[in-house]
């Protein structure tokens, strides 16, 4: 096994990116950091920061007024805010559609569906429509649609926020697992920092509108996380630092 | 990439089971079905029962109390109606024929409907530019009084069958347009948004989002114009006045003969022709879209 770190595959990177809507907003300036692959970065932020901005740069649904993304848009995994599940189609042929769109044969396509199904926990489930899903299983549906791309790259727009606090934890542990077992690249926006610092490798924080990226921290926990690093003294003082930097760049 | 190795995928997917939360997160949501099965059977269909009683009561006291013998012609009561429309087969053959004709000529003026309906609705939702020039003109043809197209009509398609249907179809055509047009528009951004990030053509984004999108609105809209292309049918019988015997030429032959048993049975059968349509096209919505549609997710939590 070769160490990641020092070929440095850098899967997504913003070069001084900076975003002024035509309306004279300007949303972003002078954005610049990597994603390599095995990193899980959360970018913390006040509202209405431009973080999920951010992520709809570097998916290329928006273009930035300013420097340039580095990215393969391929197979790009892009996790919304809400599950955007169609409510047509079942569960199985929700988690089918990207392969679907992506021209995959059924049988294939049936079979990374199902994988993906299992692996957030929803087998048994396969048939059922979204309006008989609960939140939390609703996001889960949401994460294994993405899963069936096996991308190298995952953007997450604060895809938790709507649960409630005890799903969310679950949903976090889950997807920690998930980073551990694909090792892609992730990038995580959310503005609750026991979440950010609970999965990530390093955190980022904005501040307020433009959005600059004015602290960053390198979180040393080892992998797997317990749920009870939460409580550690160590996450605690971490967590304490980053909402100062977080109430520094709000000001 | 990675490649997804079975043997760990068990395993992950156990991880995962192992790890749901056990609160109310882990229950699906229960669905209530779309008939509130509140009270017995009875409850449901007592009061209506009832209230039909009512309606037929004041109707013999209208018929045999408010109305001298000499002037009954005017509402016959109701056992005379059963009897001369409905139980009379010279009576109720013509009634049938008439209705059949009617039916026809609602059949293929929504058929006609449904097809424009959909066809413009499509191409107004691909093209900004199409949608802001007809739009105007439909708005301005849903108001023009049918009877002020009458005369045209006639001029172009002569008084036949045709021309019942081009009436059909001028009055059911814009609730199936402006439903369809909204449908097609309801798909949350954050769907298309999904489309667009993996590269969906155009036909794709519409095949797999907005039609299936549109269904719900689209039968609302089917709904409104099915009733509509049953008024339409008999009113341009009506008319038009000539040609194949529908029920809007019975209803002015019984009237001018005075025969107010047929002329009742004639109104009775008509409003039985929309009622039977509107609850046909409500089955077939329950069937394609009920599984899936929550027509409550759009209101407020009570």
């Known amino acids: 096994m070769f160490s990641l770190s020092d070929i440095a595959v850098r899967s997504l990177s913003f070069d001084d990116i900076g975003m002024t809507f035509p309306d004279g907003t300007e949303t972003l300036r002078n954005i610049s950091f990597d994603v390599s692959r095995e990193e899980f970065v959360t970018v913390v932020g006040p509202s209405g920061c431009g973080k999920s901005t951010l992520l709809k740069i570097a998916s290329g649904l928006l273009e930035p007024t300013a420097g340039r993304v580095n990215v393969d848009r391929d197979r790009l995994g892009y996790v919304f805010q809400d599950a955007t599940l169609l409510p047509w189609r079942t569960v199985m042929g929700n988690v089918e559609l990207l392969a679907e769109l992506h021209a995959v044969d059924a049988t294939t396509r049936r079979k990374l569906a199902q994988e993906a199904i299992d692996l957030v926990g929803l087998t048994g489930f396969e048939n059922h429509y979204p309006k008989s899903l609960s939140g939390g299983m609703k996001m889960r549906a949401s994460l294994a649609r993405t899963l069936t791309l096996e991308p190298p790259v995952f953007l997450f727009d604060e895809p938790f926020g709507a649960v409630d606090e005890i799903t969310r934890e679950h949903l976090n542990d889950e997807t920690q697992q998930l980073f551990l077992r694909e090792g892609f690249a992730g990038l995580f926006i959310t503005h609750s920092i026991t979440e950010a610092v609970f999965m990530s490798t390093r955190v980022l924080v904005m501040s307020a509108r433009p959005g600059r990226i004015v602290a960053e921290y390198d979180i040393p926990f080892d992998y797997p996380r317990h749920p009870d690093l939460r409580f550690d003294p160590e996450f605690a003082r971490l967590s304490g630092e980053i909402s100062h930097a977080l109430r520094g760049g709000h000001s | ?302």
């Open chain 2, 1 to 302: 990439m990675t490649t997804v190795d079975p043997q760990t995928v068990e395993s992950g997917s156990d991880r995962a089971r192992a790890s749901l939360p056990k609160g109310r997160d882990d229950q699906p949501v229960e669905v209530r079905s779309s008939s509130t099965k509140s009270g017995s059977l009875a409850a449901s269909f007592l009061p209506p029962l009832f209230f039909g009683s009512v309606l037929i009561g004041v109707w013999y006291f209208i018929s045999y109390v408010l109305l001298e013998e000499s002037k009954r012609f005017l509402l016959r009561p109701p056992h005379q109606v059963l009897n001369n429309a409905f139980l009379d087969w010279e009576a109720l053959s013509e009634l049938l024929g008439g209705l059949w004709s009617s039916t026809k000529v609602a059949a293929v003026g929504l058929a006609i409907a449904i097809a424009i309906g959909l066809f413009l609705a499509t191409i107004m939702s691909q093209t900004k530019i199409i949608e802001r020039a007809l739009f105007p003109y439909l708005v301005t043809l849903q108001a023009v009084p049918i009877l002020a197209l009458v005369p045209m009509i006639v001029f172009w398609f002569g008084s036949g069958q045709t021309s019942r249907v081009v009436v059909c179809v001028i009055i059911a055509v814009f609730p199936l347009i402006v439903n369809t047009l909204f449908g097609l528009h309801s798909a949350e951004k954050g769907m298309h948004d999904l489309f667009t990030l993996h590269h969906a053509s155009r036909f794709t984004r519409l095949r797999k989002l907005m039609f299936p999108a549109a269904l719900p609105a689209m039968f609302a809209g089917l709904r409104i114009s099915a009733g509509l292309s049953v008024i339409g049918a008999i009113v341009g019988d009506f008319f038009f006045g000539r040609g194949e015997v529908g029920i809007g030429q019975l209803v002015t032959k019984y009237a001018n003969q005075l025969q107010g048993e047929e002329l009742i049975g004639a109104v009775i059968l008509s409003s039985a022709l929309g009622v039977a349509v509107f609850l046909l096209f409500t089955k077939l919505q329950d069937l394609i879209v009920g599984k899936w549609y929550d027509a409550g997710s759009a209101q407020p939590p009570t």
